[in-house]
Nanobody, 115 residues
Framework: QVQLVESGGGLVQAGGSLRLSCAASGSIFSGNVMGWYRQAPGKQRELVAAITSGGATNYANSAKGRFTVSRDNAKNTVYLQMNSLKPEDTAVYYC?????????WGQGTQVTVSS
């Protein structure tokens, strides 16, 4: 089992920045992928950004150029630096840990961007 604890959400004005953190604990194995998904009211959960343990990254088109995903393997922690935030970025952001065919999710952290 893997436990994920997120932090860093909040309320910010459009154009502002936030940094999300997610610490993983439990049965951590190499070769995992950690990342961030988000779900806005009435919409499906969608990938924002992900990073492999080797550092390869994948971004949603909406995140490219504004968000940066990074990780500290020694701390089993993944980060999401979000800049130039827009009201449409408002959502609950979920940390994800993926190993082989198993997904673990954090409890979610609310990000609200006011116009």
């Amino acid at each position: 089992q893997v436990q994920l604890v997120e932090s860093g959400g909040g309320l910010v004005q459009a154009g502002g920045s936030l940094r999300l953190s997610c610490a993983a604990s439990g049965s951590i194995f190499s070769g995992n992928v950690m990342g961030w998904y988000r779900q806005a009211p009435g919409k499906q959960r969608e990938l924002v950004a992900a990073i492999t343990s080797g550092g390869a990254t994948n971004y949603a088109n909406s995140a490219k150029g504004r968000f940066t995903v990074s990780r500290d393997n020694a701390k089993n922690t993944v980060y999401l630096q979000m800049n130039s935030l827009k009201p449409e970025d408002t959502a609950v952001y979920y940390c994800n840990y993926k190993i082989v065919f198993t997904n673990y999710w954090g409890q979610g952290t609310q990000v609200t961007v006011s116009s």
